[in-house]
């Protein structure tokens, strides 16, 4: 007999997030029900509040795996060499990438922080600040090293990271660019804004 998509707790859970990923992308956390997630999902409502006791726990485990998961790809991924050129070049090819394959989830991260609880709020902001603080640390570590001009390193870091974040409003897999010029054309964007005109 086949297995329906409540029978795995896993699977379902799973499912339960994929859902509520589309409808909370495509209309709004506030304008979701968790009854049309459960429906999405192909579970009775009845049977979501057994994995998720509210539709803000919810939210804030989508966005907390999101951000765990930026967090974790980018340790496996970052360079091993100290050399904050390559860094920067690793951490600006990697964030297009994780981002340009993850628009739904970059904009709920981005958009429904209003709508956590101040206890996951407070959860999320520190992730979020450990990742700015990667790259935060690659253009002081670029500075040190004589390679990087830049006026303020935190100012730096914020307005690299909403240029490259904001690629999720536009980009689309299979249009003009692939994601290697699009990660090229980025790459060329930030070292040309940060590297010493010397």
């Given at each position: 007999?086949?297995?329906?998509?409540?029978?795995?707790?896993?699977?379902?859970?799973?499912?339960?997030?994929?859902?509520?990923?589309?409808?909370?992308?495509?209309?709004?956390?506030?304008?979701?029900?968790?009854?049309?997630?459960?429906?999405?999902?192909?579970?009775?409502?009845?049977?979501?509040?057994?994995?998720?006791?509210?539709?803000?726990?919810?939210?804030?485990?989508?966005?907390?795996?999101?951000?765990?998961?930026?967090?974790?790809?980018?340790?496996?991924?970052?360079?091993?060499?100290?050399?904050?050129?390559?860094?920067?070049?690793?951490?600006?090819?990697?964030?297009?990438?994780?981002?340009?394959?993850?628009?739904?989830?970059?904009?709920?991260?981005?958009?429904?922080?209003?709508?956590?609880?101040?206890g996951d709020y407070k959860e999320v902001v520190a992730r979020r600040?450990?990742?700015?603080?990667?790259?935060?640390?690659?253009?002081?570590?670029?500075?040190?090293?004589?390679?990087?001009?830049?006026?303020?390193?935190?100012?730096?870091?914020?307005?690299?990271?909403?240029?490259?974040?904001?690629?999720?409003?536009?980009?689309?897999?299979?249009?003009?660019?692939?994601?290697?010029?699009?990660?090229?054309?980025?790459?060329?964007?930030?070292?040309?804004?940060?590297?010493?005109?010397?």
């Open positions: 007999m086949a297995r329906t998509t409540g029978s795995d707790g896993a699977r379902t859970q799973a499912a339960i997030r994929a859902a509520a990923i589309d409808l909370i992308a495509a209309r709004g956390f506030e304008a979701v029900t968790l009854r049309a997630i459960a429906k999405r999902a192909g579970i009775q409502a009845s049977s979501l509040y057994r994995y998720f006791p509210s539709k803000n726990d919810l939210l804030a485990t989508i966005v907390t795996l999101h951000l765990d998961d930026l967090l974790d790809r980018w340790n496996e991924e970052r360079p091993a060499s100290g050399d904050a050129r390559e860094c920067l070049d690793a951490f600006v090819g990697f964030h297009v990438r994780y981002h340009s394959a993850k628009p739904k989830e970059v904009f709920i991260a981005n958009m429904e922080m209003r709508s956590l609880a101040p600040k450990r990742y700015e603080e990667i790259l935060r640390r690659i253009l002081q570590d670029g500075v040190e090293q004589g390679w990087f001009s830049v006026m303020d390193v935190q100012v730096t870091a914020y307005a690299i990271l909403a240029m490259l974040t904001g690629l999720t409003a536009w980009y689309q897999e299979g249009g003009r660019l692939s994601q290697k010029e699009l990660v090229a054309c980025y790459r060329k964007l930030v070292t040309g804004g940060v590297n010493r005109a010397d």
